[in-house]
């Protein structure tokens, strides 16, 4: 039986604050909801057209200059490592973040009107295990800049930073293990910091139209400019701290590992987020079953062409081994000699063609919307595929086991999925497809 601190967590009840953005200057209001198990954290558009939805995944991100930006199309939001640091640093798995601008208020430039949020709507046990990131050995990334972060194993969640600014002013290190506890304590309070040269271009070209002393410290030479005196007189690295745990939030885990950074930014922190979802992506290719079971569980081929309308030759699922909760699937294609684009694909070196295996993750994806759904008499057609990679070749004799995750959709008219292909335990090829549904 699960304690209570290894369940996957959401917040009580709807919570909402209002303030400025940093960049655009205008008024924002957030409202924290409730979320189902499984669900992460997403944003939401309640501004424009559909109300959109974000995943905070590093799958999603799309910028880190000076903050982080993730996004989907066309869509942002903009500086979320604030509220990412408090919901996860506050123990909260499943939330929606739902605001009517791109950005969320700047509020004091730290993390503590997020997390007096949280409070405020309350933090509650879920029905389900709550997934964890093990570092079984030391992992790093460094970056031109001079930012180094290694993880290292670790029973708990800690950080250890060292910064630095330019010439090495206002050199810091601390090290702390983060729980709510001395998150809410130690680093939720910690404000943005930024150097008066690297700020003095964006202000001339009026692109931070909401910042001020009231919700950032301002370095000027050895001179602190600020509202209100230092709240610690380590403010600068419990901040980076605060950052680093909002970044790596959107590796989608918990970390049980030690972080130990010196001069952290948000692009080397993102590196890290993404280092973790591939190690994790690889984990679970090896650690997938490898039994094709029969039962409820799973569907038969018979049970299969019930929902796909694809026969033989281009029906790539042979069966379906489970459903894991309401958003991932895991099916089987057992690859022959005898498939027909063997004839001509590479005839004397075989090789399943790349494109195939598309086809095989988009069948499978189909499957779990459709089990979604509840219904048959709308199809599913494939309208995109993004991050697509090709990793290793498939042979004949190889079993392909292909899994599929739902990251997004949009009523019953659109839906994205993560998928991927695994062979010996290896991840053979992955890519992002979109869907659109009609009736039949």
Do not use: W
Not at 203 to 227: C, D, P
Not at 320 to 349: L, R
């Amino acid at each position: 039986m699960s304690t209570s601190l290894e369940l996957q967590h959401t917040v009580g009840k709807t919570a909402s604050l209002s303030g400025t953005s940093l960049h655009t200057g205008e008024k924002v209001s957030l409202r924290l909801h409730p979320a189902t198990v499984d669900h992460g954290i997403k944003f939401k558009r309640k501004d424009l057209p559909d109300e959109p939805t974000i995943d905070a995944r590093i799958d999603n991100l799309k910028m880190v200059e000076r903050a982080t930006t993730i996004g989907e199309g066309s869509i942002r939001v903009h500086t979320v490592e604030h509220v990412l640091a408090a919901l996860s640093a506050m123990d909260v798995d499943n939330a929606i973040v739902e605001m009517d601008a791109n950005e969320p208020p700047i509020g004091d430039g730290s993390a503590q009107p997020y997390v007096d949020l949280i409070k405020k709507a309350g933090v509650i046990a879920q029905e389900e295990a709550r997934k964890f990131f093990d570092v079984r050995e030391p992992m790093h990334v460094e970056s031109k800049t001079g930012a180094l972060l290694v993880l290292l194993p670790c029973e708990t969640f800690r950080v250890s930073c060292t910064q630095a600014g330019p010439n090495n002013r206002f050199a810091q290190f601390l090290s702390m293990e983060i729980t709510p506890a001395t998150f809410e304590r130690e680093i939720a309070p910690a404000r943005t910091f930024v150097y008066y040269e690297d700020v003095r271009p964006l202000m001339e070209k009026n692109l931070i139209k909401g910042g001020s002393l009231e919700n950032a410290i301002v370095v000027r030479g050895e001179a602190v400019l600020s509202k209100e005196p230092l709240r610690f007189a380590d403010e600068f690295v419990r901040h980076k701290i605060l950052d680093i745990v909002g970044d790596l939030a959107l590796a989608g885990r918990r970390i049980r590992g030690h972080v130990v950074a010196v001069k952290p930014g948000h692009a080397a922190n993102a590196e890290l987020a993404r280092a973790l979802a591939r190690e994790q992506t690889r984990r679970s290719a090896m650690s997938g079953s490898h039994a094709i079971p029969i039962g409820d569980a799973g569907l038969d081929t018979g049970e299969v062409m019930k929902i796909l309308p694809h026969r033989f030759p281009f029906l790539m699922v042979d069966r379906v081994i489970g459903f894991e909760g309401e958003y991932k699937i895991t099916a089987v294609k057992c690859v022959t000699i005898n498939e027909p684009f063997f004839q001509g694909h590479f005839p004397g070196h075989p090789v399943m063609p790349g494109v195939m295996q598309v086809e095989a993750m988009a069948q499978v994806a189909s499957l779990l919307l459709f089990k979604l759904t509840k219904t048959t008499s709308r199809i599913g057609y494939f309208m995109s595929a993004d991050g697509v990679k090709f990793r290793k070749p498939v042979f004949p004799g190889d079993t392909m086991f292909i899994h599929a995750e739902l990251t997004r959709s949009r009523g019953e008219r659109m839906a994205k999925t993560k998928c991927y292909c695994v062979v010996n335990d290896a991840v053979v090829s992955e890519g992002e497809l979109m869907f659109t549904f009609l009736d039949k």
